[in-house]
């Protein structure tokens, strides 16, 4: 099953951003109010010259207007189409959940490819990369065919952001990304062939593989009841949306209890379920471009570190006895 944090799309942000800050847009009122004088006081660029008392004001202007939309639009998320795919979907669609990575990814809840409005989706992620949403708003170009659009929202063929490794001391190995994506996968034994192909001192009859890479980096949302939740590709879901797209295909992960919740869902809804399943509005995605509810800033740049440490104890000693 995929981790439950949220994933990045593979390509990153641009070299220039990274050097000079991120921008990005920031949904206000959402989270708590000390959530988000620390996030600029840690993350935004000067974050620390700006006023608390200028910000508490403005998250205070954001969250009353939330709390006027627990009854404008109470019980919009439920509105939310959730269609089948369209027909010429069907074929591409039939071969992605076919193949090893989805299996593998999808294999804990019932899950569907459906054609899902985009501006109704829930969301828990408070942000998102304006520069990598510029980068994917060119991909999709003023061609909207139903193929290519099933290929940006579910990509078939991956090309993964870089990994670079570091060897540390005490047998120490740091993978580092620009995705927030990279994360440890499962541990896997090899097989008497992969152990072969070693060139080592003696003959390696076996062994362990300790993988790191991404995740399935597909668009994808988690359904219950009438709701749906944006899990991963938030990146490509606004963009399309700032692009005037209003629907797209995405995998649906169907939960009817919270344990299968927790078996699926990110962190922050795992830990505040109701918020989004149970708030007469909760944010959306197309809070992200109301300018009552946003700010734009620049923050440093993120890199995901996933640190391996190897120990290796070898004894001798009597075999076990087994009594009869």
Not at 17 to 37: C, F, M, N, T, W
Not at 123 to 150: C, I, M, N, P, Y
Not at 166 to 175: A, K, N
Request: net charge negative.
């Amino acid at each position: 099953m995929e981790s439950s944090h949220h994933q990045a799309d593979h390509s990153g942000t641009t070299t220039q951003s990274r050097q000079s800050g991120e921008r990005i847009v920031k949904l206000l009122g959402q989270p708590h109010l000390a959530d988000y004088l620390r996030f600029f006081a840690s993350r935004v660029i000067d974050g620390e010259t700006i006023s608390p008392k200028a910000l508490a004001a403005e998250w205070r202007k954001a969250n009353d207007r939330y709390y006027a939309l627990l009854t404008e639009q109470a019980g919009v998320a439920e509105t939310i189409e959730d269609l089948p795919l369209p027909a010429a979907l069907e074929e591409p669609a039939a071969k992605l959940v076919a193949q090893d990575h989805y299996l593998q990814a999808y294999n804990s809840v019932h899950t569907d490819i459906r054609w899902v409005e985009l501006a109704k989706l829930v969301v828990s992620q408070g942000s998102v990369g304006l520069d990598h949403s510029d980068g994917l708003r060119k991909k999709l170009g003023d061609d909207r065919a139903l193929t290519e659009l099933f290929d940006f929202c579910l990509p078939r063929t991956h090309r993964p952001a870089p990994v670079s490794m570091v060897r540390l001391p005490g047998d120490r190995y740091i993978f580092t990304s620009q995705s927030t994506d990279l994360r440890f996968h499962e541990t896997q034994r090899m097989t008497a062939a992969q152990a072969q192909s070693i060139a080592s001192f003696g003959p390696v009859t076996t062994g362990l593989m300790l993988p790191v890479g991404y995740g399935a980096n597909l668009l994808s949302g988690i359904g219950s009841d009438k709701r749906i939740v944006l899990q991963n590709g938030y990146h490509r879901a606004y963009s399309m949306l700032a692009h005037g797209i209003t629907h797209a295909p995405m995998v649906i992960e169907r939960v009817s209890c919270l344990d299968e919740l927790n078996l699926v869902g990110s962190d922050d809804v795992t830990d505040d379920p109701a918020h989004y399943f149970r708030s007469p509005r909760p944010p959306l995605l197309m809070d992200f471009l109301d300018p009552e509810l946003t700010r734009q800033v620049v923050v440093h740049p993120l890199e995901t570190r996933v640190e391996i440490e190897i120990k290796v104890r070898t004894s001798t000693g009597p075999a076990p006895r087994h009594v009869a």
